[in-house]
């Protein structure tokens, strides 16, 4: 199957620091890659969909200004989590969907990033 | 909208017992379902999936019946190991749009020598 890759897979940050996660396809072009948030023994929680070129679109209940998503590639997506509060703390988790060798369109997930804020 | 029940855990079963996890679904549209799972400290992988009413997806020894009628998919196993032990999520995704994918709560699963 397709390769989706994140970095980086852990990272602890201070208070009021911003953070990035980028999410990659690593053998497809992604035409659509998505967002998740999963909170200890709770499941994920679609948080942005993101398509390469044009501005995410937000789930409700979702800050916008606090989590940036650029899709800039059909490879490459990132999030930035700006100012991070503790209760910012998660697990965040990419998808990518595009169309792989043989017009087979599937979705594929991120091992996952855990961030964790002091 | 589109919503994913499933059995909280956590199961606890011993080394080669039946395993079921129930899942039912709600869908606007017709949606393929999916399981996952995620393994401790690791990321979800696909399991197996369905597309359509009465299809059976298969893996690792894992089965799964798309039951339209029921709106269900229980996953099933004959003899679990200890190396099943992870967390199982039932999802589904509804075609067209973004086809995101909408998951349940997750079952996590302990297996015991």
């Known amino acids: 199957g397709a390769v989706v890759s994140q970095h980086p897979s852990w990272v602890i940050c201070k208070s009021g620091t911003s953070v990035k996660i980028e999410c990659r396809s690593l053998?497809?072009?992604?035409?659509?890659m998505f967002w998740y948030r999963q909170f200890p023994k709770q499941s994920l929680m679609l948080m942005a969909t993101s398509n390469e070129g044009s501005k995410a679109t937000y789930e409700q209940g979702v800050e916008k200004d606090k989590f940036l998503i650029n899709h800039a590639s059909l490879t490459l997506s990132t999030l930035t989590v700006t100012s991070a509060h503790p209760e910012d703390s998660s697990f965040y988790i990419c998808?990518?969907?595009?169309?792989?060798?043989?017009?087979?369109?599937?979705?594929?997930f991120g091992p996952g990033t855990r961030l964790t804020v002091l | 909208g589109d919503s994913v029940t499933q059995m909280e855990g956590p199961v606890t079963l011993s080394e080669e017992a039946f395993l079921t996890i129930n899942c039912t679904y709600t869908a606007t549209g017709y949606p393929s379902l999916f399981w996952y799972v995620q393994y401790p400290g690791e990321g979800l992988q696909l399991l197996l999936k369905?597309?359509?009413?009465?299809d059976k997806g298969s893996n690792k020894g894992f089965e799964a019946t798309y039951r339209k009628e029921t709106t269900s998919f229980h996953l099933e196993k004959g003899s679990v190991q200890v190396s099943d032990s992870a967390v199982y999520f039932c999802a589904l995704s509804v075609s067209g749009g973004y086809q995101k994918v909408t998951f349940g709560i997750g079952t996590k699963l302990q297996v015991i020598p």
């Open positions: 369905a597309t359509k009413a009465d």
């Open positions: 998808s990518a969907r595009g169309i792989l060798a043989g017009g087979y369109n599937e979705q594929f």
């Open positions: 053998d497809f072009q992604a035409t659509t």
